[in-house]
């Protein structure tokens, strides 16, 4: 087949070659090799079977139905031919011209309409469908007995179906409102609680009961009040003394602030040795240019003095060896003898002992009021320490003379806040850093440099 | 010696402990979520004796919490609406980023939310543990609602401390169990007596708010979303206990006097109530309608033996004090100017049982003008005033407050306008016996007793006197005491010296005849000698330490003479001032 194909394009590429179907064979040649499709199969048939003779031929009776309503072969001859017997009554014409121009401007119809209208003789084919109704005494049936068994009372099963099904859960679930909604409603949280009969460990697993809170996390990590009241100088029209007297507290403060300033400004200081004077800018100056030799030389010798040892004789190691042991003997004749002596000295032993006895006594009293005494302190919980607030005070000559006047001091969110903190209830902590991920690049605008 | 090397940090406080982020990342939460559950858990770092062990060799500060603390948050049902929440943002932001409106709606129909009820019963088992723990939830709700509206919290949580406090204000009012108030220059502090309980909260002044920028807000936010569940709670079992209606509402009688022609003008129809309630110019409802002999139930009386009967005296006594300070303002009728703190002023005087009114155009629920002659008091706050009634008195606001922390009604002339006002003395002080105590107080504490003190005085030549008198007899007592220690020092000595004790036939003296007068010296002196005796048959040890409190003693009375003396000149300087001053002008 490939052979006869080649043959053929060959052909074709051939000048003076005249083909009887010049399009159809090109395609044929474009479209690549022919199917081979096997025709044991009817639907292979109807697909691959060449039917178009037959297409042709019908297309050709419908055009022919079509245009002239009915086969040209079937029409007698007179309705296909007339016989020219040439012009003829000319008369006639203008007459009717005349009639349709009176008329024109009347009863012409639209173009539109005209395009639009049936112009094939053919009449429509009827839809039968549109008279018919499949089904129909099926139907008719089934409405009947519906009718019939709604008058009755009864639902069809469908129907019966849907009303029988639960309704759907609550179509909104019960919405927590947020807990800090205005409205929100309030119970007796402690009134009494009906007792569960299950099993603790069932519920315990899943999770129907809480887990039981250890008692001492209701232990206060503090001992301090949650609400300190502010000394009696804080008052709004003091009493000149204790006025005076948290006066002097906010300037024992101050005062110590300003002493741990001062202490590491005066150990940021320089030294006065160490700035250069006209002397030690000439000393530095000159200073390559004095050679120091003997200093080196008498390093070495005394390196080398260091490194020699010599051997110890047998002689030398038993004689060691005799004066440790005497030695030994001589510490334990020693103890003996103190022990001995002690046996005079029970008295300042004694005495001693309850020296020391009550020296751990009072340790332990002490330690235990400086337990005490932490107990209201605030801890170390984080990376920064607990820094107490500016005490609030008003000078002398800020108290104000009424209420209305008072300018209140200092701010209560602040107070509330550090309170926490200082009963360990937050870690102090400083408020985050802005970091840029990237560095700012400053740029010299040209208009910039041009005016300056 | 055999047997695997044991490693370090595997036992003991090392294991005990767990740093914050290992925490974090073990309830696989945000450090923000973290730290709001702890807040609400009641779970606070703790800081371990020996750092560096938990800290395993490390140095670098940390924060700890206890192991067990943690693995008992891995419980909490919270922990999962806290992830659920994360997802739900993640969700909604993708939603917005596409433009999803229909998903971003729906979403927002499911947000997840979370309640706080059992934590709140968990933490406080009973209703007696969650009143002692109170006064953090009073303070934090009291500050919040008096910020702003600007977005520096929800304007939600605003409003419902509002609501909160404005319930916890009406059944202070109502059960009158306010004891003391205290002006200080940061806000106001009051102390009140619920159910047993002393309860300091403290409210800042209004518009008093710059937003300090070194608290986080974040924080104090989750503190107050607990608190706020807890008041509530707490302020439910409270109007129980009185038999009120919660949530509150006014009693029908009262509202139909409230009802005011140009409401709306105040507030809006949703926030005229809560004003109205704020007023605290009304009574509550009742849930039963009782008359008002409840108040009469008189204290069980039980047969007891001996030392019983005495407390039940004392108490007896001390219940009627109470008695007699709810009653302190009974019948007075008060009216506010403008120009003083309208709130807490009413708060206060209808703890007492006052009645209280203010202008029309100051706030809704004043319920009598000005002009009504039947007031009392008008509390002014001004230097003088034009048009002045003549049946009543005009007082600064302090008289009030000193009243209440008095415990009676204190003599009004000290308060009258354009007085230069004495001091007003924190109640939250307690001085020891031997403490220094202001002039102030001891004419206070006179007053007190019963003793009438000069009335009337004119000049302040007077009143200073007056005060002298007062120091001269704190100086009296003191030497006295003094003299007493000093000859008890002498005797002993002595008895060291000799120790011989001599027997002295006793003379009847003259002034052991019977009077009211002598008898109580007679009291007295018994007393001091059961004392001296009692002080010689101290053992060494004791006497030691007896000596040493004694010492103490002394030493206090001492500074507090300083001090008086000190207090003294600078008065008696000032007075010079004053006169010369006078001199000058005349």
């Given amino acids: 087949m490939a052979a006869v194909k080649r043959l053929k394009r060959v052909a074709a590429l051939q000048p003076g070659f005249i083909s009887f179907k010049s399009s159809a064979e090109s395609d044929d040649l474009n479209s690549g090799r022919r199917k081979r499709v096997n025709k044991n199969k009817k639907k292979n048939w109807n697909k691959h079977s060449d039917i178009q003779d037959v297409e042709e031929f019908l297309d050709d009776v419908r055009l022919q139905e079509r245009a002239t309503g009915g086969l040209i072969s079937e029409k007698p001859d007179d309705s296909l031919f007339f016989v020219d017997i040439g012009e003829q009554k000319k008369s006639v014409l203008p007459e009717v011209q005349e009639r349709k121009k009176g008329k024109k401007s009347k009863s012409r119809p639209l173009r539109i309409d005209l395009i639009l209208q049936h112009d094939s003789l053919v009449p429509p084919p009827k839809d039968v469908l549109a008279y018919q109704q499949p089904n129909a005494k099926k139907l008719r049936r089934i409405a009947e007995n519906a009718e019939k068994l709604a008058a009755m009372g009864v639902l069809p099963r469908r129907q019966k179906r849907l009303l029988n099904r639960r309704p759907a859960t609550k179509t909104s679930k019960a919405k927590t409102a947020a807990n800090n909604f205005p409205d929100r409603p309030y119970y007796d949280l402690w009134g009494g609680e009906a007792k569960e009969t299950a099993d603790p460990y069932y519920l315990e697993q899943t999770g129907k009961r809480r887990v039981k809170r250890p008692e001492k996390l209701n232990a206060k990590p503090s001992i301090l009040p949650a609400v300190e009241v502010i000394a009696p100088g804080g008052s709004y029209n003091p009493d000149f003394f204790s006025h005076q007297a948290l006066l002097l507290e906010a300037h024992e403060v101050e005062v110590t602030r300003e002493r741990a300033e001062l202490r590491i400004e005066r150990q940021l200081a320089v030294k006065r040795e160490d700035t250069a004077t006209e002397e030690t800018v000439f000393q530095e100056l000159v200073e390559g240019l004095v050679e120091e030799e003997e200093e080196e030389e008498d390093d070495v010798v005394s390196i080398r003095g260091g490194l020699q040892q010599e051997k110890k004789t047998e002689k030398e190691r038993k004689r060691e060896r005799a004066d440790k042991i005497k030695s030994q003997q001589k510490q334990a004749a020693r103890v003996f003898t103190d022990k001995k002596q002690q046996l005079f000295q029970l008295r300042s032993i004694q005495a001693t002992l309850k020296r020391r006895e009550q020296r751990t006594r009072e340790r332990v009293a002490q330690r235990k009021a400086n337990q005490e005494a932490e107990k209201s302190m605030p801890r170390r919980l984080g990376r920064l320490k607990f820094q107490a607030q500016d005490l609030e005070i008003q000078l002398s000559d800020e108290i104000p003379g009424s209420l209305r006047t008072l300018k209140p001091e200092g701010s209560v969110l602040k107070d509330r806040f550090k309170s926490m903190q200082k009963r360990n209830m937050i870690e102090p902590r400083e408020r985050a850093k802005f970091k840029r991920r990237h560095k700012v690049k400053y740029v010299e605008k040209r208009a910039f440099r041009e005016i300056t | ?583 000058k002008k005349q």
């Avoid at chain 2, 303070?139 to 520096?152: E, H, P, V, Y």
């Avoid at chain 2, 304007?155 to 306010?178: G, K």
């Avoid at chain 2, 019963?450 to 007077?462: A, F, L, N, S, T």
């Fill in chain 2, 1 to 583: 010696m055999g047997g695997l090397q044991k490693k370090k940090y595997e036992r003991g406080s090392a294991t005990n402990y767990i740093t914050r982020n290992k925490a974090r990342k073990k309830l696989q939460l945000s450090l923000a979520d973290f730290r709001r559950l702890c807040i609400l858990k009641g779970i606070y770092p703790h800081e371990p004796k020996h750092k560096k062990k938990v800290n395993k060799g490390s140095t670098a500060p940390r924060t700890f919490y206890l192991l067990k603390d943690i693995r008992f948050l891995l419980h909490e049902p919270i922990v999962r609406k806290f992830r659920e929440y994360k997802v739900f943002v993640r969700k909604l932001r993708k939603a917005y980023g596409k433009a999803e409106w229909t998903a971003v709606e729906r979403l927002r129909d499911n947000k997840p939310g979370y309640k706080l009820d059992h934590i709140i019963k968990e933490r406080y088992p009973t209703f007696i543990d969650a009143l002692r723990d109170i006064d953090d939830a009073l303070s934090m709700c009291f500050l919040f609602s008096t910020f702003a509206r600007t977005g520096k919290c929800h304007v939600q949580t605003i409003t419902l401390c509002r609501r909160l406090t404005v319930e916890w204000m009406n059944y202070v009012v109502t059960s009158r169990s306010l004891r003391k108030v205290f002006i200080s220059i940061k806000g106001i502090y009051y102390q009140a007596e619920v159910l047993g309980q002393l309860i300091t909260w403290l409210v800042p002044y209004q518009f008093a708010h710059d937003h300090p920028t070194d608290v986080d807000y974040r924080v104090m936010a989750t503190f107050t979303e607990m608190y706020t569940t807890l008041f509530g709670f707490i302020n439910f079992r409270l109007y129980q206990t009185l038999n009120l209606v919660y949530p509150p509402k006014l009693d029908s009688k009262a509202e139909s006097e409230l009802k005011a022609e140009h409401e709306e003008d105040y507030a809006m129809d949703s926030e005229s109530y809560l004003e109205k309630l704020s007023a605290l110019s009304a009574s509550l409802a009742r849930v039963v309608a009782t008359a008002e002999e409840e108040e009469e139930n008189q204290l069980d009386q039980f047969p007891a033996d001996g030392e019983d009967l005495e407390n039940m005296e004392a108490r007896e006594k001390e219940q009627k004090e109470q008695e007699a300070q709810n009653r302190l303002f009974e019948g007075l009728k008060f009216f506010l100017n403008r120009e003083v703190p309208r709130e807490s002023l009413a708060f206060i005087l209808r703890c007492f049982g006052a009645e209280v009114s203010w202008d029309k155009s100051l706030c809704i629920g004043g319920t009598y003008n000005v002009t009504d002659e039947t007031i009392t008091h008008q509390i002014v706050d001004r230097p003088d005033i034009d048009k002045q009634y003549i049946n009543r008195y005009y007082i600064q606001p302090q008289w009030v407050f000193d009243s209440v922390n008095a415990k009676m009604r204190l003599p009004v002339e000290d308060y009258f306008l354009g007085v230069t006002l004495p001091p007003h003395l924190s109640p939250f002080v307690e001085e020891k016996d031997g403490d220094y105590v202001p002039p102030e107080k001891l004419k206070l504490m006179a007053l007190q007793r019963g003793e009438k003190h000069v009335q009337e005085e004119e000049e302040d030549d007077d009143d200073d006197d007056d005060d002298e008198e007062y120091n001269d007899e704190v100086d009296d007592e003191d030497l006295t005491e003094e003299k007493n220690l000093k000859k008890m020092e002498d005797q002993r000595s002595q008895g060291k010296q000799t120790l011989a004790v001599k027997v002295t036939p006793g003379k009847v003296k003259p002034w052991e005849t019977g009077s009211v007068g002598n008898k109580v010296r007679l009291e007295k002196e018994e007393k001091a000698e059961e004392k001296r005796l009692a002080i010689m048959m101290m053992k060494k040890k004791e006497k030691y330490l007896y000596d040493k409190i004694m010492f103490g003693k002394k030493r206090t009375t001492r500074e507090a003479n300083k001090l008086a003396a000190k207090r003294k000149a600078h008065e008696d300087t000032s007075k010079a001032e004053k006169k010369q001053k006078k001199a």
